[in-house]
């Protein structure tokens, strides 16, 4: 991924303006809402009960009396965390396992990717309740379910980069010197697969957003007093008469990020993939 791609992925054009725009301002929210709201997330302004938004509660507030804005910044914090971290899990496991799959090949090969399978077959939902079953409801348990299946698609993709490349010149000539398997894979296919993989990992981010806030919302996820998008958007369902804006912001920034995410994910992988750049002209 060379530093023009990612440049002209960004700031190539209005779309790529937009989108590097909203997350810059969703990223904003999240570490600045804090320092710019007199209002703190759990804070009850018992005079402005589902009050719309306005000069004293710029999001409104919800039907307890709760600030939108300082909880809409406490959910960006939570929801982006969360996506952040789950992706890097995904990654330092779907990288490795791929490379490695990929480049030993045979039964090693076979029985990875049939472990991949298997794991496909397991509804995503039913894994969540098992980890909060057995370990309670933790939000830290969203970053290793999410992380834990996320990382399949991307095992595939990385094995399928590390079959084209692995007789590559520059590995038969590290063979040859007498590097090991694992050298190999982390020292010279890893580097040379991860154009591909970063692109995927760009379109893995709105995906766990949207899983996070998914389970959020069935109430498996983060729970009260903190909150996430997921948590939002519940409240706002159950006063979307009432008080529409309760639903409607958190949606919207949901909506935004995950359109803006996409998007970048799409213009880069267009960068990276001749084909798909000469098909698009």
Known sequence: MTPFAVR?????????WLSSGLLLMV????LLGPLVTPWAGDAIDWNALETPPGAAHWFGTDM???DLFARAAEGARVSLAIALIATGVSMLIGIPWG??????????????MRIVDVLYGLPFVLVVIL???????????????LGAVFWLDLA?????????????????????????????????????VAGPAIVHVTLTLPGVILAESFI????????EPATSWGVLIADGV???????????????????????????????RDQLDPQTRAAGR
């Open 8 to 16: 002209h992925a960004l700031f190539g054009d209005a779309a790529g």
């Open 27 to 30: 990223t904003a929210l999240a």
């Open 64 to 66: 307890i009396g709760r």
């Open 99 to 112: 490379a490695l799959a990929g480049f030993v090949g045979g039964r090693t090969d076979l029985v990875m």
């Open 131 to 145: 980890l909060v079953v057995v370990f309670g409801r933790n939000p830290y348990l969203l970053f290793v379910g």
């Open 156 to 192: 595939r993709i990385v094995r399928g980069q590390t079959l084209r490349v692995r007789e590559a010149l520059f590995v038969s000539a590290a063979r040859l010197l007498g590097a090991s398997t694992p050298r190999i894979v982390f020292r010279h296919l890893v580097p040379n």
């Open 216 to 223: 959020s919302f069935l109430g498996l996820g983060v729970q």
């Open 238 to 268: 159950q006063s979307m008469e009432s008080a529409p804006w309760a639903l409607v912001v958190p949606a919207l920034l949901l909506g935004a990020t995950v359109w803006a995410a996409n998007m970048l994910g799409d213009r880069l």
